[in-house]
């Protein structure tokens, strides 16, 4: 592909008799300056060989400019005369330059002085010497016959003469050349008018401008992750409600209503009381609180609003519904708690909760759900720990091996108290656990920094590496 | 949970184990073991193993499932000629004593005793609402009579680690206990008090003791106070702090009750019956019933074989062990969690995802598709950033989360807020729960999931977001969304409408105002679209 000006030099020296030209003439289509460049683009492209040549570089001095504007004077001179002899004193007052225009007029032999007058012998006259001027003025090229002149021009202090470093290009091979375009057009490709463009280069090099990109977010790419593994080991989707009644967060979940858990400062309390309306389920979980825990259970404390401290409310709510089929369910969303929200906590995180029911349920299959559900997200080395929650029992806490950081505890598990599933008509044993998302996510995307999972800054959105 | 810290080479040697055993025993025990300071370590007891808050406890656990000591561990018990009486006290009616004999006290042992009776207040004592301690040198109290009964607040004695007498109402005002307790025992112009017979005060239940009879390296015997609202988890109380006593080598002294029961503690034995049977089906495992039976002997408890059945006797300290679903734990935890030889996991139905979220994952791809941004933001919000009808927290951390959202527009402006000088244009969209008012759920509350897309850039078009509005949901719906003119306070007039599917009201859409522009600081114009999901679904 070739630029404009590289077009002109190669059209230049196509007209040019022997295809060569020497960069001085080049100058009167494009700035001197330029073609340097341009010849060894040309001849690194195979278009043209280059030569560097000294030469002499011809130029008008300020007097030779004058001259060439206003004639030399001798021609000036016999110009004036028209043929007609005159008074020398007379054609001195009126003639500028006079005495060197009679002394160049008398050497060259186009007049003659005689007896105080001017005879001229020629009736009109142009020196060579000025059309070698105009050429010198226009760098055109100079014949052999022209450069006799050179030297009497230079001692008349018309021109000057410098040695300098010139290039003779030589067009060595013709390029197709065709105009060139930026853009295709419907057009040009519907009528094959494209035949005859080039299609100009890019700097395809460049750095791109920036554009929005449709992205997801990746902390929400982790968690449908998890509920894609949750539905491969055959587990139903279920969801809740963030404003919830303490019958659901906790009562049902055989949590003492005077357990320090449920102080004021340990979940978000809403204004108002919810509506219990399963009023068998309400008196046999009042029944089994105050056979176990010996203490009068109040059904007001029960129907208090709070914003769901764990998604085990879904669970009991899908308990309330006293399923009698088996079942396998679970559910990924948000929970509360107070706290101070610094790098590791947050006040608002989420958990995924599950729940089986089933009549050949029991803790080893739940050990065993467990290890495939953390194999599902990446977590193959599992250990199990005793633990202790007030609606399950036995009780596991399950531990991942992360590597670089050891065994982190992941999940709180166990099989649902029959004080749990009883009041809900639910006979059959039943599996349950919850596990914290918000940790296990930056485990597995290096955030070190718990606030990033929700950052609100969108150049690190758009700048983070997408994990596949 | 709940952390005790006791001194390193002291429990090793109390428990007779190497530094490295001490970690797996005790996880297998529920128990997670931190070092904390040159000779120091940190436990963490699960709040159902008040008997392992201190060393012996934690020692009569380890010998069990170690095999080392198998079945209840069996304390003597002197009689003494020690009476309580108990007369009516209407805030904290409960109270029982008990005495302990030689006791072996250094500045350490002291610590353990006052942190075993801090755990006890804070866990079964429900932060010493339900139950207070009260831990005396028998020696310094007069006479073989204690009485429990209430004294005007003008009632003078010197508190505790005090050189001063004090009125009751001086305690209540002046001292950290008194502020932090005082609330919960004061009835009018009374407060509960153990007493000597001549009147001295020994403690005022659960705030303080009297200085008189404090612990002191020489002391050798105690008399131990149990205080509360419920007779039950103070008998149980007493009998875990005794039955810890006793494991390090004291005499539990029993003394006369006037009230409620003839003598004190109570060292209450429940029995209860478990079938093998059922404590293998619910573990899974197929044990017999001599095996369960060490198991559960293993736990330190005693049992007696009876065909297929096993009656287990529960020791005073096990206050945890409640039904055969906690001695199946206990088998379970004897056999080893990590014994248990795991099936391969199978599934016999499909799962499956509800619709909405199957919906939300629709959209979130043609979004991605029309290249915004997701963003993820909190549900929590500011409550002077929202209008209209949402929930406010009673009790918040902070004023910047102090209510729920009920629309994603707030969210969406806040973060736009946020991102004034990243590379325009700012293109975002999030998915979500919001929070809004329904009479017709339990709560009178319902979450509302919806979509919110937003353009912010130095220059935008209702029409930039409507094109791309209109696209998604087409895709979703099959059919092509109308827009009908209506005005918001939040949008600029003449520049927002509803969206409509079927006449269904499905969203909104709009330029927003510069009053609210300016109110969240954005200093660049915004149009915003808000889709209501559960609409579009099915």
């Not at chain 1, 073609?35 to 000294?54: I, M, P, Q, T, W």
């Not at chain 2, 029409?463 to 998604?472: A, D, F, K």
């Amino acid at each position: 592909m070739l630029s404009e000006n590289e077009i002109k030099i190669i059209d230049f020296l196509k007209k040019k008799e022997n295809k060569s030209a020497y960069s001085t003439e080049l100058s009167s289509i494009i700035p001197e300056t330029a073609v340097f460049s341009l010849a060894y683009l040309l001849k690194e492209k195979g278009y043209v060989d280059v030569r560097e040549e000294e030469k002499d570089l011809v130029m008008l001095t300020k007097e030779g400019e004058e001259r060439l504007k206003e004639g030399l004077p001798e021609d000036n001179l016999v110009n004036f005369l028209k043929g007609e002899s005159k008074k020398v004193q007379e054609i001195a007052k009126l003639f500028k330059d006079f005495n060197i225009a009679l002394s160049w007029a008398r050497k060259k032999g186009l007049i003659k002085v005689d007896k105080g007058e001017v005879v001229p012998l020629k009736s009109s006259y142009t020196s060579p010497e000025y059309s070698v001027l105009k050429k010198v003025s226009s760098s055109q090229e100079l014949s052999e016959e022209d450069r006799k002149y050179l030297k009497e021009l230079e001692s008349r202090g018309l021109i000057e003469i410098k040695k300098n470093k010139v290039l003779l290009l030589t067009l060595i091979r013709e390029p197709q050349i065709r105009p060139s375009i930026t853009y295709l057009t419907p057009e040009l490709l519907r009528n094959k008018e494209w035949t005859k463009y080039e299609l100009k280069e890019y700097n395809v090099e460049a750095l791109p401008p920036f554009i929005t990109l449709g992205k997801k977010h990746y902390f929400r790419e982790f968690l449908e992750h998890v509920k894609d593994v949750m539905v491969s080991l055959g587990f139903k989707e279920v969801k809740s409600d963030f404003v919830e009644m303490e019958f659901y967060n906790f009562d049902m979940l055989f949590q003492a209503q005077d357990h320090p858990a449920r102080e004021i400062h340990d979940s978000f309390k809403v204004n108002g009381k919810g509506e219990l309306l399963n009023k068998s389920l309400v008196s046999k979980v009042k029944e089994v609180h105050e056979k176990l825990w010996k203490y009068e259970w109040n059904e007001e404390i029960a129907k208090s609003l709070v914003l769901r401290s764990q998604t085990t409310a879904t669970t009991a709510r899908v308990l309330s519904t006293s399923p009698s089929k088996e079942i396998k369910v679970f559910t990924i969303g948000k929970v509360f708690r107070p706290d101070a929200i610094d790098a590791t906590h947050l006040i608002e995180f989420h958990q995924l909760d599950g729940l089986v029911i089933d009549e050949s349920f029991n803790f080893r299959e739940l050990l065993s759900t467990l290890k495939a559900i953390f194999s599902g997200i990446g977590i193959k080395e599992v250990k199990f720990k005793p633990a202790y929650f007030p609606f399950t029992e036995p009780s596991v806490e399950v531990y991942g091996y992360i590597q670089g950081l050891g065994w982190v505890e992941m999940a709180g598990a166990g099989l649902l108290r029959p004080e749990v599933t009883e009041p809900a008509g639910v006979k059959m044993p039943a599996g349950a656990w919850g596990l914290g998302l918000d940790r296990l996510a930056m485990l597995f995307l290096g955030i070190k920094d718990i606030r990033d999972l929700y950052s609100d800054d969108i150049e690190y959105l758009r700048n983070r590496k997408v994990v596949y | 949970m709940v952390n005790i810290v006791l001194k390193e080479s002291r429990l090793l040697s109390l428990l007779g184990l190497e530094d490295k055993d001490l970690n797996d025993v005790l996880f297998n025990l529920k128990s997670e073991v931190e070092k904390k300071g040159e000779d120091e370590l940190e436990i963490e007891i699960n709040s159902d193993r008040l008997d392992m808050l201190s060393p012996e406890g934690i020692k009569r656990a380890v010998e069990g499932i170690l095999g080392r000591k198998l079945g209840e561990a069996k304390y003597e018990v002197t009689p003494t000629d020690y009476q309580m009486i108990i007369e009516d006290v209407e805030s904290r009616p409960y109270a029982l004593g008990a005495i302990i004999y030689d006791v072996k006290l250094d500045d350490d042992r002291i610590k353990e005793i006052i942190q075993f009776q801090e755990k006890l207040h804070c866990t079964i004592g429900r932060r010493r609402k339900k139950v207070a301690i009260g831990i005396h040198d028998l020696d310094k109290i007069d006479g073989k009579t204690i009485k429990y009964s209430k004294i005007p607040l003008d009632y003078k004695f010197i508190p505790l680690n005090s050189d001063k007498e004090m009125s009751v109402s001086d305690v209540l005002s002046s001292t950290e206990q008194g502020k932090l307790y005082g609330y919960i025992s004061i009835n009018g112009s009374y407060s509960p008090a153990i007493l000597q017979e001549d009147g001295q005060v020994l403690s005022i239940p659960p705030i303080i003791n009297s200085n008189k009879t404090r612990l002191e390296a020489s002391t050798k015997n105690l008399f131990i106070d149990v205080t509360g609202t419920s007779l039950s988890a103070v008998a149980q109380t007493l009998d875990i702090l005794v039955s810890n006593f006793a494991e390090g080598g004291s005499k539990i002294g029993a003394i006369k009750v006037s009230r409620y029961v003839d003598k004190s503690p109570l060292l209450i034995h429940d029995r209860l019956s478990v079938k093998t049977e059922d404590i293998s089906k619910r573990l899974g495992l197929s044990l017999s019933t001599e095996e369960v039976s060490k198991y559960i002997r293993m736990m330190r408890m005693d049992t007696n074989i009876n065909g297929d059945d096993i009656e287990v006797i529960v020791p005073p300290y096990r206050i945890d062990i409640m039904t055969f679903v906690d001695v199946a734990e206990d088998v379970a935890m004897a056999y080893g969690y990590r014994s248990f030889n795991l099936p391969k996991y199978t599934s016999k139905g499909m799962g499956e995802l509800l619709p909405i979220t199957k919906l939300e994952r629709a959209f979130r791809d043609l979004a991605i598709g029309g290249g915004f941004q997701e963003i993820f933001t909190f549900v929590l919000n500011k409550s002077s950033l929202l209008s209209g009808n949402y929930v406010k927290i009673e009790n918040p951390i902070t004023l910047e989360y102090d209510s729920v959202r009920n629309s994603l527009i707030w969210n969406m402006l806040k973060f736009l807020a946020k991102n004034q000088h990243a590379r325009f244009p700012v293109r975002t969209f999030e998915v979500g729960d919001v929070v809004i008012r329904n009479i017709e759920s339990d709560t009178g509350y319902k979450n509302d999931t919806r979509a919110c897309l937003a353009i912010m850039n130095s220059k935008v078009s209702y029409e930039e977001l409507q094109s791309v509005i209109h696209q998604i949901l087409y895709n979703l719906k099959g059919k092509e969304p109308n827009y009908v003119k209506e005005d918001k306070d939040y949008f600029i007039k003449g520049r927002s409408a509803k969206i409509l599917i079927n006449n269904n009201e499905v969203g909104e859409i709009g330029e927003i105002s510069p009053e609210i522009l300016e109110k969240f600081n954005i200093e660049n114009p915004v149009v915003i679209v808000e889709i209501y999901l559960e609409k579009l679904c099915g």
